[in-house]
Nanobody
Framework: QLQLVESGGGLVQPGGSLRLSCVAS????????IGWFRQAPGKEREGLSC????????SYADSVKGRFAISRDNAKNTVYLQMDSLKPEDTAVYYC?????????????????WGQGTQVTVSS
């Protein structure tokens, strides 16, 4: 059973940067589509960015395009989310998730394995 553990969240000022990490165990991430999602209080979970196959096929939500970047380090079995130019509306719990089904849409319903989440708070 694939297990995912996120880290790297915290408190950051508007305009700042954070890099989230998601380490996998119990499976090789190269065999999965992986993505980053977030959920703010009172809102539905939303897909931010997904690597839909090991050959690329990256997608980004309009709300983070140009500010966030997803990447994968297969040697470390880790996926990252680099977040720049953070805004207060980026405040949420951030989750990484994975599915064996490649090229799925970057929506929560399409992903089967989830981490526990890491809190990101953007505030001055």
């Amino acid at each position: 059973q694939l297990q995912l553990v996120e880290s790297g969240g915290g408190l950051v000022q508007p305009g700042g940067s954070l890099r989230l990490s998601c380490v996998a165990s119990g499976g090789t991430l190269d065999n999965y589509a992986i993505g980053w999602f977030r959920q703010a209080p009172g809102k539905e979970r939303e897909g931010l960015s997904c690597l839909r196959s090991s050959y690329g096929s990256t997608s980004y939500a309009d709300s983070v395009k140009g500010r966030f970047a997803i990447s994968r380090d297969n040697a470390k079995n880790t996926v990252y989310l680099q977040m720049d130019s953070l805004k207060p509306e980026d405040t949420a719990v951030y989750y990484c998730a994975a599915t064996r089904v490649l090229f799925r849409l970057c929506i929560p319903e399409g992903y089967d394995y989830w981490g526990q989440g890491t809190q990101v708070t953007v505030s001055s």
